[in-house]
């Protein structure tokens, strides 16, 4: 059974980092497309990151040059590395799995507040 | 502001049908697969409909999807009072090489 259990938000001060985790189990994320989406309070989806098999990285302009994709595969553990964060990062991320071209398999979240 | 273009609610009775639009552009919806996503309050989004128009396992065929050019539409038929939620419909967007998703849709089941 595929699951992913994101780990790692919490309260952080404005420009700050944080690591976020997603461990997976049931599929190697080494082998599949995986994404971060977000969801800021009462907004809708917002795509953050991607990262491929072959290890091609994407990221959405609002987060290009802060944030950082990757992965471990000896942990079968997707990462999502936060630098320079701002209050508008305050979200709930969740890591996704695909399923041909879409997003099949998402985890339960883990929720990052910025503030002072 | 989204790159795909959602009505932000819409609406119908227990047991009637439903559409709802997702329009984009040639870079994204006119080239690549839609999918589309259903997220009940407090949950994560969960995949409803892939590669414009298939379900995967489990979801019931009340729910469909089409594509027609630069634009895509949901249709729930048999509405149920569990059918509230908000829906998303997302793709690529080859020109700006980033995943784009619409700004959701509120369905109400009065």
């Known amino acids: 059974e595929v699951q992913l259990v994101e780990s790692g938000g919490g309260l952080i001060q404005p420009g700050g980092s944080l690591r976020l985790s997603c461990a997976a189990s049931g599929f190697s994320v080494s082998s599949n497309y995986m994404s971060w989406v977000r969801q800021a309070p009462g907004k809708g989806l917002e795509w953050v990151s991607v990262i491929y098999s072959d290890g091609t990285t994407h990221y959405a302009d609002s987060v290009k040059g802060r944030f950082t994709i990757s992965r471990d595969s000896s942990k079968n553990t997707l990462y999502l590395q936060m630098d320079s964060l701002r209050a508008e990062d305050t979200a709930v991320y969740y890591c996704?799995?695909?399923?041909?071209?879409?997003?099949?398999?998402w985890g339960q979240g883990t929720l990052v507040t910025v503030s002072s | 502001q989204s790159v795909l273009t959602q009505p932000p609610s819409v609406s119908a009775a227990p047991g009637q049908k439903v559409s709802i639009s997702c329009s984009g552009s040639?870079?994204?919806?006119?080239?690549?697969?839609v999918s589309w996503y259903q997220q009940l309050p407090g949950t994560a989004p969960k995949l409803l409909i892939y590669d414009n128009n298939k379900r995967p396992s489990g979801i019931p065929d009340r729910f469909s999807g089409s594509k027609s050019g630069t634009s895509a539409t949901l249709g729930i038929t048999g509405l149920q009072t569990g059918d509230e939620a908000d829906y998303y419909c997302?793709?690529?967007?080859?020109?700006?090489?980033?995943?784009?998703f619409g700004g959701g849709t509120k369905l109400t089941v009065l």
């Open positions: 996704a799995r695909d399923h041909s071209a879409g997003w099949g398999y």
């Open positions: 997302g793709t690529w967007d080859s020109s700006l090489s980033v995943v784009v």
């Open positions: 040639s870079s994204n919806i006119g080239n690549n697969y």
